[in-house]
């Protein structure tokens, strides 16, 4: 596999902006191997749009610097990433182990380009899994105040360099201090039923209200619980047969695979958050 750059960058559409990054990078000899565009009007009388761009291209001598002093002159808004670098996963998990057994072995599997520096958790249930690949685990329970609880946790993740918090069924609310620290570099994972089913047993008032589909959402973690922009959902239908147990077990299934499907998203650098709490993903 080609060692690569990753572009992403966005800016106000106006003609030549792809051509300027295509040719800068033709100038090193570089090959493009992947481009994606989107441009966006927030209403049908708007007459300049919002241009989204991912690039991947073939990593030699000059390109990248080359890059970078074009796209500032432009004022256009970048990220470019390293594909031989890669992303310092901090998983966070509870007592369910479906979410964070999913993560864990795609990275291990090399399906997801990721290193899992460290698990962090409120229980000891999933302490084998991390050791059984020499995962640093650390046990931090909820049993003090939250502040001191989330100072032991971030002091956790600077001592490992994290560059991404995976909430894997992490059963505690994250303040406003710690979300701060990782904008947009937290993930968690939800069933798709809020806010319809809020609360305590989510899956047991959803049989009750008779639902046809079962489903999860994989978003990035704000202030706001549970309304953080969406990087990816998906949906498994049900019927009338299905009892709460059902449920519970068709849920964990989806949840699983929407929050490995997101942390891909975020680790190959597909994922654009825009103004208004959106995202573009170049799946």
Known sequence: MHDKYMLLATCKDKVGITSLITSTIAQYNSNILHLDHFTEYDNKNDTEGNLY?????????????????????????????????????????????????????????????????????????????AESFNIPFYYVPSNEEKPVVEQKILDICAKHDTELIVLA?????????????????IINIHHSFLPSFIGANPYKQAWERGVKLVGATGHYVTSDLDEGPIIDQDVIRINHRYNVQDLRKTGRHVESQVLAQAVEYHVLHKVIVTTGNKTIVFA
């Open 169 to 185: 069924k992490y059963m505690q609310i994250l303040s406003d201090n710690f979300v701060n620290h990782y904008e947009h570099k």
């Open 53 to 129: 761009l991912r690039f991947e291209f073939e990593k030699v001598d000059g390109v990248k610097a080359a890059l970078e002093t074009e796209l500032a002159s432009h004022n256009i808004t970048y990220e470019l990433f390293d594909s031989s670098v890669k992303t310092k996963i901090a998983l966070f998990v509870s007592k369910e182990d479906h979410a964070f057994n999913e993560v864990l072995l795609r990275v291990q599997r090399e399906e997801i380009p990721a290193e899992i520096v460290c698990v962090v958790s409120n229980h000891e249930n999933n302490r084998h899994f």
